[in-house]
Each structure stands twice: as structure tokens, then as C-alpha cells.
């Protein structure tokens, strides 16, 4: 998965979409995710890479990623690939 060509991201989690015209911010941790996704890791690597940096589990770790992802994907502000 991908975020949009067309997506705006700010250095300081500010998110834009040209074609809706609706912006979004996220949290620094957002900012991490949406870089890593940005550098084509997969959700395993940036699961693993969060893990090692803050002080939570695995379990909470991978469902605080899906709920993120979810909600990119609800704003439609993701190319998902066939393969997900």
C-alpha cells in the first residue's frame, strides 16, 4: 500500500487532498507511520519498527496500526495493491 500521489503531507502531520478538498491532521507518531509507508515498508516492518521505539505491546502496537490504516483507507487517501 501506498499513500496517493496527489496526497499533500506536511512536516507537521498536516494531510491534504486536492481532489476533495479535505484535510486531516495526525499525531507525530502518524508523521512516523506515514514516512515509513512513504519508504514502501511493509506493515511488518513498521509494526516492528514502533515496537523497538515506544513502550507498548505487539498486540496493541498492530491494532493501533489497522485502525490507522483504516481510517486512511476510509478517506480514501490510499492505493491499496492487489496483493493486501
Known amino acids: 500500500m501506498k ?5 499533500a503531507v506536511s512536516e507537521s502531520g498536516l494531510l491534504f487532498n486536492p481532489v476533495t478538498g479535505e484535510s486531516f ?3 507525530p507518531i502518524g508523521i512516523e507511520v506515514l514516512g515509513m509507508i512513504r519508504e514502501a515498508k511493509g506493515q511488518e516492518e513498521i ?3 514502533l515496537i523497538e521505539r515506544y513502550t507498548a505491546d505487539k498486540i496493541t502496537i498492530e ?4 485502525d490507522f490504516i483504516d481510517l486512511l483507507a476510509h ?3 490510499l492505493e491499496r495493491h492487489e496483493e493486501e
Open 3 to 7: 499513500l496517493k500521489k496527489n496526497i
Open 25 to 27: 491532521s495526525v499525531n
Open 47 to 49: 509494526c516492528a519498527a
Open 63 to 66: 491494532r493501533d496500526y489497522h
Open 75 to 77: 478517506h480514501h487517501l
